[in-house]
């Protein structure tokens, strides 16, 4: 099992970018719970962030997609808004474990 980093490395509606053995990937909280994603945009397969770790719009809400701006919950990886709409980023299995880091779940 791949450690990927701490839960306290990643706080609330903040997001991180990881190099994994999956490929490139990010994280980010939202009301407790940790969701992954790979980095990866549905619409043109392109990373998502314009700069290191800025995987969120400007009100922390929706991960965006630098590239044209799309939206995409939180939750479900579900595009709402953007040339991709109706598509999803891609959910990376992670593990959260008691001694508080997170793993790949492969
Ligand atoms: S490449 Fe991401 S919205 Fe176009």
């Known amino acids: 099992m791949h450690l ?3 839960t306290e490395d990643i706080p609330e ?3 991180r970018g990881f ?3 999956l490929g490139d990937i990010f994280i980010t909280q939202r009301d407790g719970s ?3 994603y790979q980095n990866l945009c549905p619409h043109l397969q ?3 962030e314009y700069m290191e770790d800025q995987f969120l719009d400007r009100d922390k809400e929706y991960i ?3 590239t044209h701006g799309a939206l995409f919950n939180v939750e479900d990886g579900a595009c709402i808004w953007g040339p991709c709409q109706g598509e999803s980023l891609t959910k ?3 593990e959260i474990h008691s001694d508080g880091g997170i ?3 492969t």
């Open 64 to 66: 965006t997609c630098s």
């Open 13 to 15: 509606r903040e997001a």
């Open 103 to 105: 793993y790949l779940n």
């Open 92 to 94: 990376v299995a992670i």
């Open 34 to 36: 940790f969701y992954a």
């Open 4 to 6: 990927i980093c701490r």
């Open 19 to 21: 190099e994994t053995p």
């Open 46 to 48: 392109v990373s998502l």
